[in-house]
């Protein structure tokens, strides 16, 4: 089943959004999937390439996790139209550090309904509590529309309110363990 429950959060109106988002979600022993639909009209869409982690003016669809989940540690993850990656740590309330670059992916893509992301969020990379029971964690949503200059969220948290990571929606998740993983990132460097 897909949720569609986002609100108008900036500005702080908290009205329903003109245009759809149907975010759908499921966990495995390996990680947390993702996936969005945002119905947008072709003429609407604002995508723009950057660097990783760059903050612009464009279209983009993000979760931030509580994996402790009690509000006393996360993670931000963001994907723009055109799979531009951008994420960080994230302390009470709002205390974002991008200097943490997690191994997860993402991609984006330009469909008929308007565009779509889809992330997978591996356990490995997040530091979970221990747990021999059921494990709770946080979400919230985030798209950001640029054309309409707003921003949508589920749950709906303002900038104008002093609540965000203990905020969020809780979600329960059974044999779900943090597991050792190596990730490889290749480089070249050179002197001329």
Partial sequence: PYYDNMLVSVPA?????????????FATKKGLYISSIMEQPPELLV?????????????????????????????????????????????????????????????TQVIEEGWS??????????????????????????RDFSDLGERWSSPPLPMTRNVFLSGFRKYALNNVESRRQLTVYPFVSSVI
């Avoid at 109106?13 to 979600?25: D, K, S, W």
């Avoid at 055109?82 to 960080?88: A, C, E, L, R, V």
């Avoid at 889809?118 to 949503?141: C, H, N, T, Y």
Wanted: charged share 25%; hydrophobic share 35%.
């Fill in 13 to 25: 109106l908290l009205t329903q959004p003109e245009y759809g988002t149907e975010i759908r979600m």
């Fill in 47 to 107: 995508k723009r390439y950057s660097k990783r982690d760059d903050f612009l003016n464009r279209d983009t669809f993000g979760v931030t996790i509580d994996a402790s989940g009690e509000g006393r540690y996360g993670y931000v993850l963001r994907m723009g139209l055109g799979d531009s990656m951008t994420d960080g740590s994230v302390l009470p309330e709002r205390q974002v550090n991008l200097q943490w670059d997690g191994a997860w992916d993402g991609r």
């Fill in 117 to 142: 992301a889809e992330f997978f969020v591996p356990w490995s990379m997040m530091q979970l509590p221990q747990s021999d029971i059921e494990r709770k964690i946080g979400l919230a949503f985030i």
